[in-house]
């Protein structure tokens, strides 16, 4: 990388010559051109540095998605700082953990959540905390206007910390991953080129931008590009419609494109206009993938990544994008399918995924035991999903290593009997768990979302478990199956197996 290798100097090369072409344009017709995002993030990033935050210090946001967060994380990195982004969505006892753990020169918050903040502030000494509210306006940008907008980036190095991303935390502590200004760019670079992003592109951005897969994978690529998003604070499947024709590009977690598809006026029509549509952040049934295609003339290019790094493989650009499949490694990424000794497995065996680098995180904050562990010797990060690459390389994602159901002494990926039960009549959905057994240890358990249609109220505990012999070993065969509304996902469309098990359905 250059001189300053400071991810924002990289995105800011890309910007247009012309200021004046539109950045973001917003639901309501305003435009931020990018003439406006590099004098506001450079008031910001004044405003940081008055407030007396040095580079390598962090920058905690938890507020909903406006082009002044966006701002606010462009800023961050411009000032040599570390952005610390959370879901809007966590509750005090969560943020209390995170402030306390990151220790945060500032912490912006919402409005509402103010006191709460201040409260925390006190209590763990974080020094500073300002708001922002869900218009973009508050004591952050007020401070910020007193400032000017010319600011000179903060150099910085490649393995000097850009961000820090909680995950989920769904078992144990939830662990800080730090992500470089090397690891974002080498991804931001790979997956513009890979993705063919080219002049004229139109990002239709619905994703929430606390995430990995809004936040990097959909605005590096369209910063990087200098395009223009069309910035809108949530998915909302009925205004998508009416957008679609004014994009070419889309990205999306499984869940949008299944409402998109109960539109009844999706068609071909709308994305006539489209050049790619890309689905992440959770796996996307075969059936949608096939009916998508069907209704919009358009393949589901469908990728695999984490919060540890970015994206790590995706289907082809050019060439046979395969459902059930995200693809090949990305190029600088290594894939490595072992076993529990850490050797590789033959062909269309199902091991433990490893991958291994560029954007692969640096580790986890504080927690230098916890790093070690999750790397191999030679350097290739443990994923945790297990995984199989089949005879012409493509990757399948089989499941999480915490969700192998193990009964009777026998492994059991619950992504196999999920993708049969899905194909039955009725089934809109579905879910295998392990629940405790006296006798096996833990029992195959199916949690079932019927469709809203005659094949769905015809469904039954035993015709699924009849639908299913014959086509599964006996031993992997549901010993109870569950009806229910809805599983329960995260904000980035995962189902909750977590929160499954612990319903438990007794």
């Not at 600011?151 to 850009?162: E, I, M, P, S, W």
Request: a neutral charge.
């Amino acid at each position: 990388m250059g001189i300053n290798d400071n991810l924002y100097t990289l995105l800011a090369s890309h910007f247009p010559g012309d200021d004046t072409l539109p950045c973001m344009i917003l639901s309501d017709g305003r435009v931020w051109t990018y003439g406006d995002v590099e004098r506001a993030s450079g008031r910001i990033a004044n405003l940081l540095t008055a407030l007396g935050l040095k580079p390598g210090d962090r920058v905690a946001a938890q507020v909903e998605k406006t082009p002044e967060a966006l701002l606010l994380y462009l800023a961050t990195l411009r000032a040599g700082m570390v952005f610390l982004p959370l879901n809007p969505a966590y509750q005090r006892k969560e943020i209390e953990y995170f402030l306390g753990d990151a220790e945060p020169g500032l912490f912006v918050c919402r409005p509402q959540n103010r006191a709460v903040a201040d409260d925390l502030a006190r209590k763990l000494g974080v020094p500073q905390v300002l708001a922002l509210d869900d218009d973009g306006r508050g004591s952050l940008i007020d401070a910020a206007a007193a400032h000017a907008d010319a600011f000179k980036t903060v150099a910085r190095r490649g393995q000097d910390l850009a961000c820090i991303l909680y995950t989920s935390g769904t078992t144990g502590r939830s662990k800080g991953a730090m992500l470089s200004h090397r690891n974002l760019a080498a991804n931001a670079r790979v997956l513009h080129a890979y993705w063919h992003f080219q002049p004229g592109d139109v990002l239709l951005h619905m994703l929430p931008i606390y995430h990995v897969h809004g936040l990097f994978v959909a605005c590096h690529c369209a910063l990087l590009n200098g395009s223009a998003m069309l910035f809108e604070p949530k998915f909302d499947a009925a205004r998508a419609l009416r957008l679609l024709p004014e994009a070419t590009v889309f990205m999306g977690v499984p869940t949008y494109y299944v409402r998109l598809l109960n539109e009844p006026g999706f068609s071909r029509a709308n994305c006539a206009n489209m050049r790619l549509f890309v689905s992440g952040s959770a796996p996307l049934l075969k059936e949608t993938f096939d009916e998508f295609k069907l209704r919009s003339g358009h393949t589901i290019l469908e990728r695999y990544g984490m919060t540890e790094g970015g994206m790590f493989t995706s289907n082809p650009y050019q060439g046979e994008r395969r459902g059930d499949s995200v693809g090949f490694p990305l190029p600088g990424i290594d894939v490595c399918i072992v076993d529990d000794a850490d050797q590789p497995v033959p062909t269309d065996q199902i091991g433990h995924l490893l991958v291994k680098g560029d954007s692969v995180f640096c580790g986890y904050w504080r927690m230098p035991e916890k790093t070690r562990e999750e790397f191999t010797a030679d350097s290739y990060f443990r994923t945790g999903d297990m995984g199989k690459l089949d005879a012409d390389g493509y990757l399948s994602i089989i499941g999480r290593y915490k969700d192998l159901v193990i009964s009777g002494g026998l492994n059991i990926y619950p992504r196999e009997i999920e993708e049969l039960i899905d194909l039955l009549p009725g089934v809109a959905e579905s879910a295998v768990i392990g629940l405790p057994h006296p006798d096996l240890g833990e029992a195959v358990t199916a949690v079932v979302v019927r469709k809203k249609n005659a094949h769905g109220a015809a469904l039954s505990e035993a015709g699924i478990v009849a639908a299913l012999r014959g086509e599964l070993a006996g031993f992997k065969l549901p010993k109870r199956v569950h009806f229910v509304e809805y599983l329960p996902r995260n904000a980035m469309g995962k189902v909750l197996k977590g929160e499954l098990r612990r319903r438990q359905y007794l």
